[in-house]
């Protein structure tokens, strides 16, 4: 399921990549990237500029009282400043001659959040007819996508206190990603990319690893040597657990990138989780006299 409203403001932030809004430095970009960070202020008093350009403050169309029954079901908002030429919703605007504008779209009714072109002169629709990110999930369900393919800890391996672990998995399509599908409705077609961009491992003795990527593989040859980038180290053994066994678990993050082909300038993001679990026999060190 998509995750809307329990967090408005991680979604924003998110959805509206590479064109995010939040409170910065003044500058209008976030330190260390090409993000926009420029809160938009909303006017209910206004409506999308006839020139593609305002007198600088950003302003909010459809907006209306609560009491409202004619109130739109979407508000659109004039970005201040403009997304660069990179953003989907401005090089459609640029296919359309560039008379225009990219707003943020803010659908309460559907928890969409988006940024689209409005020509000049258009008035936006009150509700899109087809809402892109209903096809982008659906996209995102043709993939069928799964938790992590474990290569390490194996669940028939034998594994000892205070010796490093490596975690790693495979890569595959629909464990991992890049995984890309589209789905349509009517004149519309939204094209949906998902890939792993970290991977949470909850040991099973309490404690928990987070990873950016999919872990290094063992060779053999680091024998003693930590993972340079997601390992552990038990503790203590596995005796007394379930099967003699810690119930591992790892849950991937899948970032899902989506954008509108074909049927108007719109784009967003999201994000899904997939676990899967296994169970880690440990044991202590054998000592052979």
């Known amino acids: 399921m998509l995750r ?7 979604v ?13 430095d003044g500058s209008g970009i976030c330190s260390g990237t090409s993000m926009y960070v420029k809160v938009c202020a909303e006017d209910s008093s206004t409506r999308p500029s006839t020139g593609g350009t305002d007198d600088g403050k950003g302003g909010s169309a459809g907006a209306a009282s609560a009491g409202d029954s004619d109130a739109p079901k979407c508000t659109y908002t004039l970005l201040d400043p403009q997304p660069p030429d990179t953003n989907l919703a401005v090089r459609e605007g640029k296919k359309q001659g560039g008379k225009g504008a990219a707003y943020r779209v803010v659908c309460p009714e559907t928890g969409r959040i988006g940024v689209t072109w409005i020509p000049d002169g258009t008035d936006p629709p009150a509700q899109p007819a087809v809402d892109p990110e ?16 474990v290569a390490s800890p194996s669940a028939d391996g034998r594994y000892t206190v205070g010796v490093p672990m490596w975690l790693w998995v495979r890569q595959g399509e629909s464990t991992y990603g890049p995984a890309t599908a589209s789905a349509s409705a009517g004149a519309v077609t939204v094209t949906a990319t998902a890939k792993v961009t970290s991977i949470r491992w909850t040991m ?4 928990t690893v987070t990873c950016a990527g999919p872990g290094t593989p063992y060779r053999g040859s680091e024998r003693m040597v930590d993972s340079p ?15 003699e066994r810690f119930p591992l678990t790892a849950t991937s993050t899948w970032t899902v990138d989506w954008e509108v082909a074909g049927g108007g ?3 967003g993001q999201f994000t899904e989780t997939r676990d899967s679990t296994v169970g880690v026999r440990v044991g202590e060190v054998q000592v052979v006299n």
């Open 204 to 207: 099973g003795d309490g404690a």
């Open 265 to 267: 300038a719109d784009s």
């Open 12 to 24: 924003l932030a998110g959805v509206l990549a590479p064109v995010a809004y939040a409170e910065g």
């Open 229 to 243: 980038d997601c390992g552990h180290r038990y503790a203590s053994t596995s005796s007394g657990q379930p099967g």
């Open 134 to 149: 209903v096809l982008a999930q659906r996209a995102v369900d043709s993939m069928k996508l799964t938790g992590p393919d």
């Open 4 to 10: 809307r409203a329990a967090a408005a403001a991680v």
